[in-house]
Structures are given as C-alpha cells and as structure tokens.
C-alpha cells in the first residue's frame, strides 16, 4: 500500500472514530508501529489530525470531548460484545448482587448475562445499575432481581449522576462491579470527561468488594479530563487487545488482572 492511500485510509478512521491507536493501525495495515508514527507525523503536520500518546485523535478532540450514547454504541461494537461477553464469566459463583455502571460495554453484558447466565442463578442475583438503558436491559428479561440507583439523568449518556446518586453508591456493599472508562493510562489511571460522571464512577469503584473494568482497546493508554480511579483500585481489566508495554507494565505492578477477550 502506497503511503498515500495508508495516508487517506488514517485520516478516514480517525474522521469516524475519533482517535485511533498505533498498535490498531500497525495491525489493522499491517506495517511497523514506526511507520505509523512517521504517518501520523505527517499527517498532523497537514493538519489533519493531532498526535496524542499512543495515537492520534481527530482535529478538535479534546480531553473534554464525549460522544453522544447513540455513536458509542457503534464504535467498536464487535470488540465490546466479546469483552461483555467474556465477562460474564467472572461473575463468582457465590455472587448475590453486581453493579453495572452506565456504558455500551455494560450494557451489553446486561444482554450477556442474560443470555449466558442461567434461570436458577439470575433468581438470586440482585444487580444494581445507575444507567437507564442497562436498567432496561436487565427488567425485560423477567429473570434477575433489579434495583435501579436514582438521580438526575444525564441526557448524554442515559445515567443518573448527583450526590443522591453517589450516597446511594455509598451505602452499598456489593460484591462485584463492572465498570466503564474512556481512558486508561499507565501514570494517570482511569478517567472520563465529565466530573459528575467520574464521581459517581469513583463511589461505585469505592463500595464494591471487587471491581472489574470493561475497556476496549480504543481505550487503552488514553487520558481524559478527570481520573475517578488508580490502576491498584480494580482487580480486573477485560480488554480485546494486549495494552501497550508500559500500560502492561503498570498494570502488573498494580496487580491488575488482564483478560483478552
């Protein structure tokens, strides 16, 4: 492929998704990351796009910038629904309530386990979600038990947020969450644009006996505007590509279980 074409095939991806990612695209064209970066150079140099740790984002993305939940759901989905699930397999057996936080991932594992997860075990199983659309999921399939965590609902993202939400939050004890992330970084953890979101994502990271991040590898070595977690605060992160080496690195100094989904 002539470096024109790999030229209009970056600038393409990076129009629809947003950002895109060395690793995706040494594998995705199947050249060297170091050419990537010189494409990528030359390309921000154009002015086509802006050059970021670990990749690039689109002209006028910003740490603060957060897709709407409807563009969301299609970015990535192939990779979201293996992750979700995968994850549903790390559900403990003896697990009697779960957190959902809001997100495409999430609500996709709502639909996993309730396809993956059988009737005698959903009985038993309180889940707890914040997110209108998760809720949603989870009450249509008449099997496990739903308590829906209230606040004023973000539009953006279809999720309650607010400091009833978060004492809310507080009060718990479940035993597992699954959480979502629009960046996870080695030095600066994890994060999201919005600071009402990152709060009420940091009182669910704080209840439960063991959190479980949900991230694909669009996610991976990111930074967004505010970190509501450290790497050391999850136990797991299902992914669907292996994290860069120094993510990888910081990931097992924190003792952070990765899953390749």
Same mark, same amino acid.
């Given at each position: 492929?002539?470096?024109?074409e *790999?030229?209009?095939l970056i600038?393409?991806?990076?129009?629809?998704?947003g950002?895109?990612? %060395?690793a995706?695209?040494? *594998?995705q064209?199947e050249?060297?990351?170091? #050419?990537?970066r =010189?494409?990528?150079?030359?390309?921000?140099q154009?002015?086509? $796009?802006?050059?970021?740790?670990?990749? @690039?984002?689109?002209?006028g993305?910003?740490?603060?910038?957060?897709?709407?939940?409807?563009? =969301?759901?299609? &970015?990535?989905?192939?990779?979201?629904?293996r992750?979700?699930?995968?994850?549903?397999d790390l559900?403990?057996?003896g697990?009697?309530?779960?957190?959902?936080?809001?997100?495409?991932? #999430?609500?996709?594992?709502?639909?996993?386990?309730?396809?993956?997860?059988?009737a005698?075990?959903s009985?038993?199983?309180?889940?707890l979600t914040h997110?209108?659309?998760?809720?949603?999921?989870?009450s249509?399939?008449? #099997?496990f038990?739903?308590? %829906?965590?209230?606040?004023?609902?973000?539009a953006l993202?279809s999720? @309650?947020i607010?400091n009833?939400?978060?004492d809310?939050?507080? @009060? $718990?004890?479940?035993d597992?969450?699954?959480?979502g992330?629009?960046?996870?970084?080695?030095?600066?953890?994890l994060? #999201?644009? +919005?600071?009402?979101?990152?709060?009420?994502?940091?009182?669910?990271?704080?209840?439960a *006996? *063991?959190?479980?991040? &949900?991230? +694909?590898?669009?996610?991976l070595g990111?930074e967004? &505007?505010?970190?509501?977690a450290?790497?050391?605060?999850i136990?797991?992160?299902?992914?669907?590509? @292996?994290p860069?080496?120094? &993510?990888?690195?910081a990931?097992?100094?924190? +003792?952070v279980?990765?899953?390749?989904a």
């Amino acid at each position: 492929m002539f470096a024109e074409e *790999r030229h209009r095939l970056i600038g393409d991806l990076v129009t629809s998704a947003g950002r895109v990612s %060395v690793a995706d695209l040494a *594998r995705q064209l199947e050249i060297t990351r170091e #050419t990537v970066r =010189r494409d990528l150079a030359q390309l921000e140099q154009d002015g086509l $796009l802006r050059r970021v740790h670990g990749g @690039a984002v689109a002209n006028g993305t910003t740490s603060t910038a957060e897709e709407s939940l409807s563009v =969301r759901t299609a &970015l990535n989905h192939a990779q979201k629904s293996r992750i979700a699930e995968r994850a549903v397999d790390l559900l403990p057996s003896g697990a009697t309530s779960v957190v959902l936080d809001a997100g495409t991932t #999430t609500e996709l594992l709502a639909q996993a386990m309730a396809a993956q997860v059988p009737a005698p075990r959903s009985a038993d199983l309180l889940v707890l979600t914040h997110s209108v659309p998760v809720a949603y999921r989870i009450s249509t399939t008449g #099997t496990f038990q739903l308590e %829906v965590i209230g606040g004023r609902v973000r539009a953006l993202t279809s999720a @309650a947020i607010g400091n009833s939400t978060i004492d809310q939050f507080r @009060a $718990l004890r479940p035993d597992i969450a699954f959480i979502g992330a629009n960046g996870i970084h080695a030095g600066f953890g994890l994060s #999201t644009p +919005d600071p009402l979101e990152a709060a009420v994502k940091s009182a669910i990271v704080a209840c439960a *006996r *063991r959190v479980v991040l &949900l991230a +694909d590898s669009s996610k991976l070595g990111q930074e967004t &505007l505010i970190r509501f977690a450290d790497l050391d605060q999850i136990d797991t992160l299902v992914t669907d590509a @292996a994290p860069e080496p120094d &993510l990888a690195a910081a990931l097992e100094d924190a +003792d952070v279980e990765v899953v390749i989904a």
